[in-house]
């Protein structure tokens, strides 16, 4: 059975940084392409980030994009996401995600295979 658990949100004023993680099991990790995404009440889950099964492929959403950076560990089966110059629309709950595939072409990110039960990040003042 595959398990995702994120961790490392937290409440946090605008301009501060976060590192969000997920360490997964049940999956053999270091094949699979692994990212992140968001969601706030009343709004789609929105794509925030992609790594490849070798940390190459390395794609943003728009909205992060020079804000947020994406790695992997694959010896831990864990990634991150740094969440720098956070800003009050950064607020969200922040999923993990993986697909069964090593990368994912960008018109596919909405396919994923596994999901996290997601973290709190707030941001504000």
């Known amino acids: 059975q595959v398990q995702l658990v994120e961790s490392g949100g937290g409440l946090v004023q605008p301009g501060a940084s976060l590192r969000l993680s997920c360490v997964a099991s049940?999956?053999?990790?270091?094949?699979?392409?692994m990212g992140w995404f968001r969601q706030t009440t009343g709004k789609e889950r929105e794509f925030v980030a992609h790594i490849n099964w070798i940390g190459k492929a390395i794609d943003y959403g728009d909205s992060v994009k020079g804000r947020f950076t994406i790695s992997r560990d694959n010896a831990k089966k864990t990634h991150y996401l740094q969440m720098n110059d956070l800003k009050s629309e950064d607020t969200a709950v922040y999923y993990c995600?993986?697909?069964?595939?090593?990368?994912?072409?960008?018109?596919?990110?909405?396919?994923?295979?596994?999901w996290g039960e997601g973290t709190l990040v707030t941001v504000s003042s």
């Open positions: 995600a993986a697909w069964r595939r090593g990368t994912m072409p960008s018109e596919e990110y909405e396919g994923v295979d596994f």
């Open positions: 049940g999956l053999s990790f270091n094949s699979n392409a």
